[in-house]
């Protein structure tokens, strides 16, 4: 997907405008992710790219999309443009004795030797 929304429609509510943006990306991705997957591959990634314009968009992580469409919206921008690219991913094995990170076994709090 690679496209501009504008966020100024004549005759339409902002804020409504906004939320069909957000479900369009969202619906994109869910597409996405139900393709089939190549051989050899785990997951669907996505490569993408956010800005005011096409020219000065830059690298962005899927998760933080929302909060810089908000941003846009906030500062009142007319327009941005998103570009969300899907690819091919493998999980790559966890070193061996390396324990998971917040995961079941990680309590948090202090490091006491409890009996």
């Known amino acids: 997907m690679r496209k501009t929304?504008?966020?100024?429609?004549?005759?339409?509510?902002?804020?409504?405008?906004?939320?069909?943006?957000?479900?369009?990306?969202?619906?994109?991705?869910?597409?996405?992710?139900?393709?089939?997957?190549?051989?050899?591959?785990?997951?669907?990634d996505f490569d993408c790219r956010f800005g005011r314009t096409k020219e000065d968009a830059a690298v962005a992580h899927l998760s933080a999309l929302t909060g810089l469409?908000?941003?846009?919206?906030?500062?009142?921008?007319?327009?941005?443009?998103?570009?969300?690219?899907?690819?091919p991913g493998k999980r790559t094995p966890r070193p061996a004795g390396q324990a998971p990170q917040g995961g079941a076994d990680d309590l948090g709090g202090d490091e006491e030797d409890v009996v």
């Not at 504008?6 to 405008?17: A, I, Y």
């Not at 619906?27 to 089939?36: A, M, N, T, V």
């Open 5 to 44: 929304f504008q966020l100024h429609v004549e005759g339409k509510n902002r804020d409504r405008v906004l939320d069909a943006v957000k479900h369009e990306i969202r619906k994109y991705i869910k597409r996405e992710r139900r393709r089939d997957l190549p051989e050899g591959a785990d997951f669907w």
């Open 69 to 87: 469409i908000n941003g846009v919206a906030a500062e009142g921008g007319a327009q941005f443009y998103v570009e969300i690219l899907a690819k």
